[in-house]
Nanobody
């Protein structure tokens, strides 16, 4: 069974930082794209950041330089450094991996930012 395992969520005060990580040992080759999405109850999935196996990154408009996504070489491990967090960043953050036409999702990790 394919698994994407997330870690690093938690509670932080506004202006603080968190680092999310996601890893998978289920694949024999690098995932084409890995990234993070978030979903708040009543809202649809929202792109946070993605990174390809070649290091090309893409960020959601709301990030505005506050987050940095990185990847451990050819490993299927991705990190999201989140700085200057705001209460509106409170959400469940999901790791996503894409290989060919298949998408794989983690279980999600809660990020809560208090004001």
């Amino acid at each position: 069974q394919v698994q994407l395992v997330e870690s690093g969520g938690g509670l932080v005060q506004a202006g603080g930082s968190l680092r999310l990580s996601c890893t998978s040992s289920s694949f024999s080759e690098p995932l084409n794209v890995m990234g993070w999405y978030r979903q708040t109850p009543g809202k649809r999935h929202e792109l946070v950041a993605t990174i390809t196996r070649f290091g090309i990154v893409n960020y959601g408009d709301f990030v505005k330089g506050r987050f940095i996504i990185s990847r451990d070489g050819a490993e299927n491990t991705v990190h999201l450094q989140m700085d200057s967090l705001k209460p509106e960043d409170t959400s469940i953050y999901y790791c996503r991996g894409t290989l060919g036409i298949e998408d794989y999702w983690g279980q999600g990790t809660q990020v809560t930012v208090s004001s």
